[in-house]
């Protein structure tokens, strides 16, 4: 942490240490990540500046990391970025993960040890190897004073997480801007022919907006409308069966999107238009219902500078983020 009151944040090694006392929890640190280019914020950080690492220094701390890491039953990888890496001031050219962590990560899933990644970060990242090779990925966010102990909450089970992402994880910084309500413009993107705008890898996401895991699974079924076609300015309700398949209690957000098919502005391909969490115990069903109404069905038109609803076809789907696939279709009339 480099902002705020250091001695009241509890680090993600202290929370581990705090929720196994009885257990060996070895650490080390690896080699250290800088920025490139200093932030401005780094004056008002009180106390002597560190100086940087030699070659050697961080060659020493990168075989140690390995060498802990081979002598552990199981490995916690803490990694992303420094607090004055994200933020005013903090913009980037890649969204890799800084310095040799990605090196240090492949070197420590080769142990065949299990491992968990744990990244703690401002931004998406780019973790596309990480999401091949490492069974169980957390994010973490920059999470606050009590992060430590959240995130071991997490990891060993008091806690069912059941957070979604507010943002899309891109495969590359490349891809930037990437994000679900974006129009569907121009080809070749969406063609049966062409099946991604990029022919060294596809358009779709690491992580699409609204995605997260938890300790449980859910199944979602039965989408329907109260009726096919609404006029005008009335509301319909959409419903649909949410079911805990697991073994566990546990949260799902419920999304609800919406694509107008034609309208005097070109329209985006998703947008999100309701959202609801539900906790569930296992086997537990639950029948989840939205309001779609002129509020929802409208927009901004750029044309004519003026809130809009049309008489238009719809593409409704509900699930559990923004690739969800269970679909049904409305009609709105004049």
Not at 68 to 93: H, K, N, P, W, Y
Not at 94 to 105: I, M, T
């Amino acid at each position: 942490m480099v902002f705020g009151h250091v001695p009241a944040a509890v680090t993600v090694l202290e929370g581990i240490r705090a929720k196994l006392p009885g257990a060996t929890v070895t650490h080390a640190p690896g080699p250290e990540i800088r920025r490139q280019v200093p932030s401005f914020f780094d004056d008002f950080i009180p106390g002597p500046k560190k100086p940087p690492q030699t070659a050697e220094q961080a060659e020493a701390a990168f075989s140690h990391a390995v060498e802990t890491a081979r002598g552990a039953a199981l490995v916690i990888a803490v990694m992303g970025e420094l607090a004055d890496m994200s933020g005013e001031a903090a913009s980037r050219a890649s969204l890799d993960l800084p310095g040799r962590q990605e090196e240090l990560l492949r070197a420590i899933v080769g142990l065949g040890k299990p491992v968990v990644l744990v990244l703690v970060n401002g931004r998406p990242l780019s973790v596309n190897w990480a999401a091949e090779n490492v069974p169980a990925i957390l994010e973490a966010w920059h999470p606050g004073t009590e992060g430590g102990h959240a995130v071991a909450d997490v990891l060993f089970g008091d806690a069912n997480p059941g957070g979604k992402l507010p943002v899309t994880f891109p495969r590359s910084a490349a891809h930037a801007p990437l994000y679900h309500a974006r129009n569907l413009s121009h080809q070749p993107e969406g063609s049966p022919r062409y099946r991604s705008r990029y022919w060294d890898g596809p358009t779709t996401p690491l992580y699409p907006f609204g995605y997260g895991l938890s300790y449980t699974t859910f199944s979602f079924s039965n989408l329907r409308l109260a009726s096919p076609q609404v006029a005008l300015g009335d509301n319909v309700t959409v419903s649909v069966d949410l079911t805990n398949t697991g073994e566990l209690a546990g949260d799902e957000v419920v999304q609800l999107y919406v694509h107008q098919k034609a309208g005097s502005d070109s329209r985006p391909m998703r947008e999100l238009k309701g959202f609801r969490r539900v906790g569930l115990e296992p086997g537990e069903t639950r029948t989840v219902s939205f309001t779609l109404g002129p509020d929802e069905l409208r927009y901004w038109s750029n044309a004519q500078r003026k809130w809009r609803q049309e008489a238009a076809a719809f593409d409704l789907w509900v699930g559990a983020d923004s690739t969800a696939t269970l679909h049904a279709e409305l009609a709105v009339v004049p």
